[in-house]
């Protein structure tokens, strides 16, 4: 069995550890989308932006950052059920690189890859979340 480098966490940890990033550049990505809308379409108010988010195809290219969000919750919350195990070490572990996959770089041939590189070119708060978020997923040690 390999040692344990206490200088790297444990997948739970990192998970713990990038949620709030993948909530707040999900935060992000709806609040450009709401500006985006309402430069054309005029003021919303909570209630109709909430509708459009949740059963407009507009919308639909977000679903990977909402479904893994979800999925991390699942997995946060099955840990204080469930004793901790190899099993639950492997899901954290994948659930990470997937954030990582989905974001750095996102690919440019899927319909999220597309939008989310055309929102990096036009909105700073998403950019500032993306590098927190990129930044996680570096190993300990290494620079920007």
Excluded: C, N
């Excluded at 940890?13 to 309402?38: C, G, S």
């Excluded at 055309?118 to 190993?139: D, T």
């Amino acid at each position: 069995m390999a040692e344990h480098d206490p200088t790297t966490p444990e997948p739970d940890e990192r998970l713990v550890a990038v949620r709030p990033l993948l909530l707040e550049l999900h935060r992000q990505l709806l609040a450009a989308e709401r500006a985006d809308m309402e430069r054309f379409q005029g003021r919303m108010s909570g209630a109709e932006f909430l509708q459009i988010a949740t059963d407009s195809m507009r919308l639909a290219w977000l679903q990977p950052v909402s479904e893994l969000i979800v999925e991390i919750d699942e997995t946060l919350e099955g840990k204080g059920r469930e004793p901790a195990g190899a099993g639950g070490e492997e899901a954290a572990a994948a659930l990470i690189d997937r954030a990582r996959a989905l974001v750095a770089p996102p690919a440019a041939d899927s319909p999220f890859g597309r939008r989310y590189l055309g929102m990096l070119q036009r909105h700073p708060g998403i950019v500032m979340a993306h590098s927190a978020l990129v930044q996680a997923h570096q190993p300990a040690g290494r620079g920007p």
